[in-house]
């Protein structure tokens, strides 16, 4: 499977906890971006990688929130103190081109 | 405004007829558009992209391209209980995509 892949499909945790999901992107795609989306909503940007370059971050993203992508292939989203307000599925996508994106399944984060 | 606006929907369709979805921006400087098909649950995935004025049609999909109106749309031809999925619409800003919240469409049997 030369797909995005997201770990874990699924994560459960309680408020105030430490959480961390993982993505490994299409190998050759160079650019990798994280979103989150909530129901009935499109998808909101998060941060992008460009190899492992972290070039664009949401103003709308807390402190809480950090991301990585060290050698430029799989990334990391770490979601410090989690809160009720991060659940949410957790979206990670790649693309060579910057514009047509590959997403893998995501992580539905649900924070009690 | 948003800078995608799409209709929420939902946008209910009888099986084998046409479903037509839209999507409005508010950049006139944005030179790519991309529809993405949602099924519940899942990821969005990419199902066609326009760069230029004009029609594109790839199987039963046709998207339709107005920059003087700044508007693009997805047309769905003889459409399928399969069809069945939120669309959202998006465009090409700085090398990111801004997204619209999509338009739910229901394809009825």
């Known amino acids: 499977d030369t797909g995005v892949s997201q770990n874990p499909r699924h994560k459960i945790t309680k408020r105030g906890q430490n959480v961390t999901f993982r993505c490994d992107p299409i190998?050759?795609?160079?650019?990798l971006y994280w979103y989150r989306q909530t129901l009935g909503q499109g998808p909101e940007f998060l941060t992008y990688?460009?190899?492992?370059?972290?070039?664009?971050k949401s103003r709308l993203l807390s402190d809480r929130f950090s991301a990585e992508r060290p050698k430029g292939s799989f990334s990391t989203l770490e979601i410090q103190r989690t809160e009720q307000g991060d659940s949410a599925m957790y979206l990670c996508a790649s693309s060579d081109t910057g514009e047509k994106l590959f997403f893998g399944s995501g992580t539905q984060l649900s924070v009690l | 405004q948003k800078e995608v606006e799409q209709n929420s929907g939902p946008l209910s369709v009888p099986e084998g007829a046409i479903a037509s979805l839209n999507c409005t921006y508010s950049d006139r400087g944005s030179q790519s558009f991309f529809w993405y098909r949602q099924y519940s649950g899942k990821s969005p995935e990419l199902i066609m992209s326009i760069y230029s004025n004009g029609d594109k049609e790839d199987g039963r999909f046709t998207a339709q391209l107005n920059k003087a109106s700044q508007y693009v749309s997805l047309l769905i031809r003889d459409s399928q209980p399969s069809d069945s999925a939120t669309y959202l619409c998006a465009v090409s800003k700085n090398y990111q995509l801004i997204w619209g919240a999509g338009t739910k469409l229901i394809i009825k049997p």
């Open positions: 990688f460009q190899n492992e370059a972290q070039l664009e």
């Open positions: 190998s050759e795609h160079n650019r």
